[in-house]
């Protein structure tokens, strides 16, 4: 039993990790062109309707998917149920934004370009909830193969039909069909390569028996949204929709990291966690190998982009988008807690502590609305060398409830799975330690070389060469077990 868990959260992670990859290089390639031929008000226009997409595709989902995770054993009628109440509310919630469109564009100096870019990128909303509960399911069975070919195939598709449409002069209405092309085509295919088809019954009584950790967790991720959305919100009513432009790239960029680690970590662990929260010994020690597996891939890879950060984006943009370094920097250095605050919440939630994650994500977003109003007079703030420089202080911002989130996170992590803060520090100092020798050295090929590709390829390959031989030669179990379940194949 042990061993076959192992095996299928290992199966489970390596399909993850090849779906992030593949969906990130599909994102990067589609988001390089755009970047390169829209402007930056193409790309503030999107951003303002994406403000009220998030909101709506979380109450779609309304915390039900965690759920069904963190049950043990959901029932065919379980999971039919959540379907049929997300695409009930999924319509309602078209239904109100597309009556709200004009509304929507008040919001943003009155832009009625707003108005039908969001009515027809609403439509996402229901596309994205036809699709959650089948990927739900597969996660769930910890079989996520088909979840990563679904991903790829729309993304795919989609950035064929974004890039033609950008190239064609559609301006930001090829972000919004390379968007409606992705859900689409992933919605399909999930429903054409899966046998399940749902019940036509709908239970009021299952759908209650969710709304425990189902309430707690739509609200956390509310909260959690608001916190993601708020600042795209009154940049964008405020400074513009060219300082939200550069925002938006920026936010965009650093996401392409930060969120698909989460993700990984999330969809790979949760399963696995559930599985033994009544075992404490197994889920200890699941825990830490949890911890030095993040660890592991956390650290370097954040810091060594914010390091490589402007050769990035000169190789990728030339100097477009300039302003937007400064802000991914800070956006990353940030995600650093955001995914240990991550991976914390999956221990809390496999124990079924939904009421902490709730409470502590209202400790981030009270910290985070108090910086952001003592911030917002400065938003507007620019320099000649630095046109986002107001927007710089409001990251500020958001780096700090983050951090503050972290330490508590940490404190109530450490009561509730009863392990030792020492515990936790050991597992991650030996990958903190790695990164920080590695970075300087990493950082001394700028006195060497002045082409930002050729840089930029010298950092990365130090930096990958110094971390995986270092792991190596000081005999890293978890570099082992990596490259184990990444080289091997592993059992269904």
Not at 242 to 266: A, F, H, N, R
Request: proline fraction near 3%.
């Amino acid at each position: 039993m042990a061993r076959n868990l192992k095996t299928r959260t290992a199966h489970t992670l390596k399909w993850n990790l090849v779906d992030r990859v593949a969906t990130q290089v599909l994102y990067a390639v589609t988001g390089i062109v755009l970047a390169r031929i829209l402007s930056q008000e193409d790309f503030g226009l999107v951003g303002a309707v994406l403000v009220f997409q998030a909101f709506a595709s979380l109450i779609v989902d309304s915390g039900f998917s965690y759920a069904l995770i963190q049950r043990k054993r959901p029932t065919r009628l379980d999971y039919s149920t959540v379907l049929w109440f997300n695409l009930f509310v999924a319509a309602l919630l078209y239904a109100i934004l597309y009556v709200g469109a004009p509304l929507i564009a008040k919001c943003f100096q009155n832009d009625v370009r707003i108005i039908p870019l969001s009515r027809v990128l609403f439509l996402s909303i229901i596309l994205n909830a036809s699709a959650i509960v089948q990927t739900n399911r597969l996660m769930k069975a910890m079989s996520v193969r088909m979840v990563a070919i679904s991903n790829s195939i729309g993304l795919s598709i989609g950035a064929v039909v974004g890039i033609i449409l950008a190239v064609s002069g559609f301006g930001a209405w090829a972000i919004v069909w390379q968007t409606l092309s992705t859900s689409a085509v992933k919605s399909l295919v999930l429903w054409t390569t899966s046998r399940w088809r749902p019940l036509s019954k709908f239970s009021l009584s299952a759908l209650k028996s969710y709304f425990g950790i189902g309430s707690k967790m739509m609200l956390t991720s509310f909260l959690n949204t608001v916190f993601q959305n708020i600042y795209s919100f009154f940049i964008g009513n405020r400074a513009g929709l060219v300082p939200l432009g550069y925002y938006t790239q920026s936010d965009k960029w650093s996401k392409m990291g930060i969120t698909s680690l989460s993700q990984v970590l999330t969809s790979s662990f949760l399963p696995a966690l559930s599985a033994v929260q009544d075992e404490k010994e197994r889920f200890a020690s699941i825990v830490s190998k949890m911890n030095r597996f993040t660890a592991y891939l956390l650290y370097p890879s954040i810091a060594g982009l914010i390091l490589m950060a402007t050769p990035i984006f000169h190789t990728l943009f030339d100097t477009k988008w300039d302003p937007s370094i400064i802000l991914f920097q800070l956006l990353l250095f940030r995600g650093i807690f955001t995914v240990l605050n991550s991976l914390y919440n999956n221990y809390l939630l496999a124990l079924g502590h939904s009421r902490y994650i709730l409470w502590l994500e209202v400790l981030r977003d009270s910290v985070a609305i108090v910086a952001l109003v003592l911030s917002l007079p400065y938003i507007n703030y620019a320099t000649p060398d630095n046109p986002v420089y107001g927007l710089t202080i409001i990251m500020w911002g958001q780096v700090a409830s983050t951090i503050i989130t972290w330490v508590a996170t940490l404190y109530v992590t450490l009561k509730a799975t009863k392990l030792s803060a020492g515990r936790f520090i050991a597992d991650n100092i030996p990958y903190i330690a790695q990164t920080g020798v590695i970075i300087p050295i990493m950082a001394t090929a700028t006195m060497f070389i002045e082409n930002q590709a050729l840089l930029l390829f010298a950092e990365a390959a130090i930096g990958v060469a110094l971390y995986v031989g270092g792991n190596f030669l000081l005999g890293s179990k978890i570099q082992k077990e990596v490259f184990q379940f990444l080289l091997k194949r592993n059992e269904n």
